[in-house]
Every structure is written in structure tokens, then in C-alpha cells.
RNA sequence: CGGGGAGUGGCGCAGUCUGGUAGCGCACCCGGCUGGGGGCCGGGCGGUCGCAGGUUCAAAUCCUGUCUCCCCGACCA
């Protein structure tokens, strides 16, 4: 391809309003462009390197046995219906000229399972591994960060099929060894960590997290041990307790409402505090979080503790049912007492809130001064321990996720199958999601560099750039014509930089761009006989290759040394 | 949904407080010079100032409404 003749719309300035690297870079070195709030144009730079990545996942999904096939994005109402997901608050609806109800895929459970359920009759025609590239829409409430959160974007979505648990074991194993070599061929740093089941339940999940500052989630990692904060589970190191007393002792802490001035007021380490977070279920139920004064409560483990959603209880709701915001505590309350397990586990006075207005409570010992019901709802923090190691939090993108449905939605969709006892069963599923353009966003947000991405090769908009110094109708300019021809005639992935420019503006357009390879055809080395080679990132930082009949060679032996 | 910010040429911005011919840099077009890190000179094109009402002799500027976009939080099956 020829610089002159591509749609390349490189930016020397930021745009304005972006903050993630990725934004920022895919939009100056002209990868995408945006339409409209979560809405991005893939111009032609860009969309190779989306389709590069996705024919990697195509390879890597085929060869689990894969089957691609190609699903609507517009679908029945009724069919979301089926499955009680036509209330999600995500789901973009419409109606069509008649006026029937239509919905937008988020996801494509229901059609895949619903053509399952019509075709699928026996034991025999399973197992089966369906997949397809398609756009998702998702109403986001709040698309962010260029590519990373958009409102529309192209999934891959595959979905297993088994006859039992066993079968979906085998299933997801298989989409673990696939997803595996998928993100290490794209050349990221990842993670494969344990993740949130939801609300919906499932039997098991992961998801793929590419460690990068612009991600939205957060990762506890120690040797061995990879996991979503959402879901970690670690020991933290124990609490500094004051001396045990006999009884708890009420202590004036006027205007002292949050624990770094409660803390201040009796000098005590805000580990040696109890927070309380009331909460409301949404069935009604009123019930009262307790963690140590220096853990935060995690809602993803609250809410799998309480069985239901749930929200904070209101100033107001706090006021009416326990005492004074900013001096409540589990003692002598109505509501139930959920106990976070580091605070259940050490024995010792501790300081509460005593829920009359200015006051708190010392030497507060669970089960002796207070009923509780023992859980962990608390979120992990960096040093604490697994196996006696300090876990580090990392924030990351999730690239990817891994999903155990069982019946969720083979029952509601009545995918059902006739076993070798001719017993009908439903149909045990799995799905299966990875989104490219958190590939391409997550690749360029961990080997971006101050003049802008360094691809890794696999997924590159091309292998080399050939860039031409000198003006049209020199000796430059032929002989890079003719390395042009010779690299294109030899399938090598070559962008050529022809364009009457000067070298400054060359140069500095093909770092943003960030192809693996720049080859450098000018007076200077032409007079040497040779062209220059440089890596945008690696060990080969420039080298001469002499010109001749070995330069293809020589260049696509150099393209093999490079990450 | 709550809080904050922004809409002026393709991009980045000034002008708004204090109403009076719509500006700057880059990019773009033409000509010339230059040719190994966004170079130089000259000449040009391009904007209903997000939209709709209102006040006024006069509105980018003041008032009312509205739309859009961004950031933080909530949310994220």
C-alpha cells in the first residue's frame, strides 16, 4: 500500500477531550475515528489491525473445533423475553414499520441456543462449539476511553453445546488452551484470573485481563495466584487492638464522623475501627455490613453473601432504623449484623460507633457485645496474603471472558436432547467472548513510547514501512520503487511511504503508526550501496542491509528477530 | 442518574466578563526554494460561532430553552 494513495489522517495534537493513551494515539496515528458517543469508525489503518486479530482468534477457535457461522444483530423482543433479559437496561429496543417489537443483540445466548433447540434432537449431535464474529450494541450508561467502552462493537462470541457438566468441563478447557494462545500470539501481557459468576449464577468464569493503566478493572496478583478483586479472597495483616476491656466503654468523639477523625480523636490506627455500611436488599431487607476501619466492603461478595441486589441505605433510612450518620455501630441495633471475616476472626475490643450522636464505643468484642452472621465482604488490598505471599492490585482491561451457563438458557429456550437412556436433558452451555478492540487498545497501551505505538508484530497494520527520502525522479526514488515491487512481489506486508514530504515528517508518522519494521531508502545510504533498517522496538535498533538480489531475504530474515 | 467541564474553518485554541466588520497556529490549495527528523518565502480557499426562541439599532458575546460531546462517580448479565 502506498502512503499517497491511503486513508491515513494522522493528527500532530491530541484531540482535546482524550485521556487514555489508547484514544489518543489511535486517533492521531489515524486508526479510528469517532461518530458519535461510544460510536468508532475503524479507517482502513485501523481495520487491519482488527482483522488481523480476529483471524488469529478465527485460527485459534477452529482449531478447538469451532464452527463459524454468522447471527442478526436485530432480533424479536420476544425472544429476550423468553429469557428475562428483555428488561436490561442496556438493550437497545425498537420497533420495526408493522410495529413489532425488536431489540438489538448484546450478546447472541438466545438466537444461537434458540437455532440449538430447533435443530439438536439427540445425545448424538453433541457436543458442538458455534461461533461468529458480529456487532454487539449495548447502551452504555457511560461509554469511555475511545475503543476500550463503546456502545457498539464487534465480539467474538462462541457458545458450547454438552450433554452434561463433564462435556462443558471439557468445553471450557478447551476455549482455555484457544484463548490462551490467542493473547500470546497477539504478543500482550495477560492474565488468565478467577472472575464474578453475577447475579445470574453459572458455575465458573474467567476472564483475560491485559494489565495497562487505561484499564477498568482491578487485578490481585501474587505467584500463582491471579484473581478479579471482585471475587480475591486474601489475609490481611491483623489490626492493632488497644487493650481488651471488660465491658465497652462508651468515649466522647464530638463531630468525629468518619474514620480518619475518629481515628485522630483517640489515637488509634483506623485498623482498630469497625465501619459500618448499612444496606437495603431489594426485597427490603435491611442489613448491616461491618468491615475493619481500614478495608472497604465489596459489593460483588455482599451482594453473592445477601443473595439479592442491593443499594446503601439513604441518610434518611440510616437516621430512621440505627442513630446518627457518622455514629453508628453494630451494637444494640435491629438490623442484622453481616461480620467481615478479618474482623470475625481476631479476637479483641474494638471501636465502634455507639449510634447516639458524638459518641463511640471501645472495647466492642463481637459475639459477647453483639449477634453476627460471619462472612468475607471485604475487598482485598495490595500486601495482603495468599500462601503467605503480599498480592500487588494491577488495573487492567479485560480482553476476554470465559463463562459456564450450565441451563440458563437451554431451560427458559427449551434446548433439550434425548440421552442414551432416552431421558430428555437440556443442553449444558458454555459462552465465550473476546473483544478485538480491547486487543488493539490494550496492545498499544502497553508498548506505546513517547513518539507512539510500537505494535507487537503480530497484529501491526503492516510488517514494514518503507520510507523514501529525496524528492520524486532521483536515484532514491527508483530504487525504492523497485524494493517496493520486489517486498509486494514476495507477499511481504509493506506500507510505502511515497508521499512528497519531508524526512521529519516521514519519520515522525511512521513511529505514531508503529509498524514493527522501517526500512529507509535515501542519498546517504543509496550511496553505500544499502538501505537502513530500524526497529520500532526490540534489540535491532538500526542496521544496514546491502541492496541487491538477497534484500527480500535479508528483510524477512530480519522481520523473524522482532517481538 | 449525581457532580464538573466544553461546543467558534479539518485539528488545537483566543475572542464572551465589558454587545459594534470573526481572529491565531497547524493543516489544506497554487507558485518557488529546500531535501536525513514536522524547513523557508510569497499568494490563496475555507466558519449560518451546536440548535431554537427572546432582548437590542446591533448578539459568538446578554436572557430562556434545548441538543451534543468529554471527565469523575454510580452502573456495566
Not at 493513551?21 to 460510536?39: D, F, K, N, W
Not at 457438566?165 to 488452551?177: N, P
Not at 490494550?442 to 513510547?449: G, M
Request: proline letters at 7%; one cysteine or more.
Amino acid at each position: 500500500m502506498r502512503i499517497s494513495q491511503l486513508l491515513l489522517p494522522t493528527e500532530r495534537e491530541a484531540p482535546a477531550d482524550a485521556q487514555a493513551l489508547s484514544h489518543v494515539l489511535g486517533v492521531r496515528a489515524g486508526l479510528v475515528r469517532q461518530l458519535g458517543a461510544g460510536l468508532w469508525t475503524w479507517l482502513p489503518a485501523g481495520w487491519r489491525v482488527h482483522s488481523k486479530i480476529t483471524q488469529i482468534i478465527r485460527e485459534e477457535i477452529d482449531a478447538i473445533g469451532g464452527q463459524e457461522m454468522l447471527m442478526p444483530v436485530i432480533q424479536p423482543r420476544e425472544l429476550w423475553a423468553k429469557t428475562g433479559r428483555d428488561g436490561i437496561d442496556e438493550l437497545f429496543s425498537l420497533s420495526d414499520r408493522k410495529g413489532s417489537d425488536l431489540v438489538l443483540a448484546m450478546t447472541h445466548e438466545e438466537a444461537v441456543t434458540f437455532h440449538v433447540s430447533q435443530v439438536v434432537r439427540s445425545y448424538r449431535d453433541l457436543p458442538l462449539i458455534l461461533y461468529h464474529f458480529q456487532t454487539k450494541a449495548r447502551d452504555e450508561p457511560r461509554p469511555r476511553a475511545g475503543v476500550l467502552r463503546t456502545r457498539e462493537f464487534i465480539m467474538k462470541d462462541s457458545y458450547s453445546f454438552d450433554r452434561d457438566q463433564d462435556g462443558l468441563e471439557h468445553s471450557y478447557q478447551l476455549h482455555i488452551q484457544a484463548y490462551d494462545r490467542i493473547f500470546e500470539r497477539c504478543g500482550l501481557e495477560w492474565y488468565r484470573v478467577e472472575a464474578d459468576v453475577g447475579v445470574m449464577g453459572g458455575s465458573g468464569a474467567h476472564e483475560y485481563m491485559a494489565p495497562c493503566p487505561a484499564g477498568e478493572n482491578e487485578v490481585a496478583l501474587a505467584p500463582g495466584y491471579a484473581t478479579n478483586v471482585e471475587v480475591a479472597s486474601a489475609t490481611p495483616p491483623p489490626a492493632d487492638l488497644p487493650a481488651r476491656l471488660d465491658a465497652p466503654a462508651e468515649v466522647e468523639t464530638p463531630g468525629a464522623k468518619t474514620i480518619e477523625q475518629v481515628g485522630a480523636a483517640l489515637s488509634l490506627p483506623p485498623s482498630a475501627l469497625l465501619k459500618a455500611f448499612p444496606v437495603v436488599t431489594d426485597s427490603g431487607r435491611a442489613v448491616m455490613a461491618v468491615v475493619r476501619g481500614d478495608h472497604r466492603v465489596n459489593e460483588f461478595k455482599l451482594r453473592a453473601v445477601l443473595g439479592e441486589q442491593f443499594h446503601p441505605a439513604s441518610e434518611e433510612q440510616i437516621s430512621d432504623l440505627i442513630g446518627p450518620p457518622g455514629f453508628i455501630g453494630p451494637v444494640a441495633t435491629e438490623l442484622d449484623v453481616l461480620l467481615d471475616l478479618a474482623v470475625a476472626e481476631q479476637p479483641g475490643g474494638w471501636v465502634c460507633g455507639a449510634n447516639r450522636p458524638d459518641l463511640h464505643l471501645l472495647g466492642v468484642e463481637p459475639g459477647r457485645d453483639f449477634d453476627f452472621e460471619a462472612a468475607d465482604i471485604r475487598s482485598v488490598e495490595a500486601g495482603d496474603l495468599v500462601d503467605g505471599q503480599p498480592i500487588r492490585i494491577e488495573t487492567a482491561i479485560e480482553v476476554g471472558n470465559i463463562f459456564k451457563l450450565g441451563t440458563r438458557y437451554s431451560e427458559p429456550l427449551g434446548a433439550v436432547f434425548l440421552d442414551q437412556d432416552g431421558c430428555e436433558q437440556p443442553i449444558v452451555m458454555g459462552s465465550y467472548g473476546i473483544g478485538p478492540a480491547r486487543i488493539a487498545a490494550a496492545a498499544i497501551e502497553q508498548n506505546a513510547d513517547e513518539a507512539g505505538i510500537a505494535w507487537p508484530r503480530a497484529i501491526a497494520p503492516w510488517q514494514v514501512e518503507l520510507v523514501v527520502l529525496g524528492k520524486p525522479g532521483t536515484a532514491e526514488r527508483d530504487a525504492a520503487e523497485s524494493l517496493y515491487a520486489e517486498l509486494q512481489d514476495a507477499g511481504v506486508d509493506v506500507l510505502f511511504d511515497d508521499r512528497d514530504a519531508g524526512p521529519g515528517e516521514k519519520f515522525t508518522d511512521a513511529e505514531l503508526l508503529g509498524c514493527p519494521l522501517r526500512l529507509t531508502i535515501g542519498k546517504r545510504s543509496l550511496e553505500s550501496g544499502s538501505l537502513e533498517a530500524q526497529a520500532r522496538r526490540g534489540q535491532v535498533e538500526l542496521a544496514a542491509v546491502k541492496l541487491g538480489d538477497g534484500t527480500v531475504a535479508a528483510v524477512r530474515e530480519l522481520l523473524t528477530t522482532l517481538p
